[in-house]
T-cell receptor, first 114, second 112 residues
Framework: DQQVKQNSPSLSVQEGRISILNCDYT??????FLWYKKYPAEGPTFLIS?????DKNEDGRFTVFLNKSAKHLSLHIVPSQPGDSAVYFC?????????????FGRGTQLTVWP | KAGVTQTPRYLIKTRGQQVTLSCSPI?????VSWYQQTPGQGLQFLFE???????NKGNFPGRFSGRQFSNSRSEMNVSTLELGDSALYLC???????????FGQGTRLTVV
């Protein structure tokens, strides 16, 4: 049962434009959300996160938006660069848990072309 | 500061064999988790260890097991390998359960 869903397996964007990656979740007990970026033959690296008490978090070119009522979050990358080409994973953690388990989506392959 | 180190990076095994993968967490990190990544399946949680105790386990058969040592290093073992066990196995560490999680580069296991 996939509790975190990334329904777009791939996204192709021109350099300089905005990339929007989407993520939906079904478990209302999630209270912390993260985005990881993964290049081939490397482990995932942390990109940005957001707590459920916020609806937006920015870090440079990356912004994550959270819509709790829709159980939806999105990652915006502006402007997109060719080096951003990677697989992006959305992940969530459970409220009230001291455990570190992350629930992951299946990932979206972002390709930024010149 | 060294990151999460996994050994070996690549491994080829035959069906029915067993395999042990190793993970050294970031210095000072006491929580270690393991994930399996297969094509199109995202990262599936295997188990989490903290202070040598397994605190959480994912939905995998008993052929998958793990342990954590007093220095926080961890190993996972897969017995009676099946073709479907071919995957990238990722180890992750954090200071404690809910703090930021860092991943190693993974061990690519191929079962033939």
């Amino acid at each position: 049962d996939q509790q975190v869903k990334q329904n777009s397996p791939s996204l192709s964007v021109q350099e300089g434009r905005i990339s929007i990656l989407n993520c939906d979740y079904t478990n209302s007990m999630f209270d912390y959300f993260l985005w990881y970026k993964k290049y081939p033959a490397e482990g995932p690296t942390f990109l940005i996160s957001i707590s459920s008490i916020k609806d937006k978090n920015e870090d440079g070119r990356f912004t994550v938006f959270l819509n709790k009522s829709a159980k939806h979050l999105s990652l915006h990358i502006v402007p997109s660069q060719p080096g951003d080409s990677a697989v992006y994973f959305c992940a969530a953690q459970l409220r009230g848990s001291t455990l570190g388990r992350l629930y992951f989506g299946r990932g979206t392959q972002l390709t930024v072309w010149p | 500061k060294a990151g999460v180190t996994q050994t070996p990076r690549y491994l080829i095994k035959t069906r029915g064999q067993q395999v042990t993968l190793s993970c050294s967490p970031i210095s000072g990190h006491r929580s270690v988790s393991w994930y399996q990544q297969t094509p199109g399946q995202g990262l599936q949680f295997l188990f989490e260890y903290f202070s040598e105790t397994q605190r959480n386990k994912g939905n995998f058969p008993g052929r998958f097991s793990g342990r954590q040592f007093s220095n926080s290093r961890s190993e996972m073992n897969v017995s009676t390998l099946e073709l479907g066990d071919s995957a990238l196995y990722l180890c992750a560490s954090s200071l404690a359960g809910r703090s930021l999680t860092f991943f190693g580069q993974g061990t690519r296991l191929t079962v033939v």
